[in-house]
């Protein structure tokens, strides 16, 4: 007695829906990497340099919890520059995305955050949540 199996192709959207699971977790990282780095660059309203900036990120997760992924620290660079001032004589832009600018009186990598932004910014997304 042989049995027959019958295999039937299936259009499923599981790729599409990786994909759409794989950015709503990538945003909810992001989101939390830039609260974060909203919250520790407006206790160093002059800034920071990068390694304290990643220092203070680091220990706040781990103090919370939270894990520290592999790529910890490319993901805070990427919503650092994501949210960044380019070239700015002052760090108000008239891109109201923009919450950091790089201090150019501070000498090497140092990150600030533009306070009256950053703090509009954290209102809106504890209002939305």
Not at 65 to 70: D, F, I
Request: with cysteine; glycine share 4%.
């Amino acid at each position: 007695m042989s049995t027959q199996q019958r295999f039937v192709v299936s259009e499923t959207k599981a790729p599409r829906n990786r994909s759409a699971a794989l950015t709503a977790a990538r945003n909810r990282t992001n989101n939390s990497h830039l609260r974060d780095l909203v919250e520790v660059l407006l206790e160093h309203p002059e800034g920071l340099r990068r390694w304290s900036v990643m220092h203070a990120m680091r220990t706040r997760r781990e103090r919370s919890g939270r894990e520290v992924s592999q790529k910890f620290e490319d993901e805070v660079e990427r919503a650092f520059r994501d949210r960044c001032a380019m070239e700015l004589a002052t760090p108000m832009s008239h891109d109201r995305g923009v919450l950091f600018y790089k201090p150019k009186e501070r000498a090497g990598e140092v990150w600030a955050v533009i306070p009256e932004r950053a703090g509009e910014w954290l209102k809106s997304i504890r209002s939305d949540g």
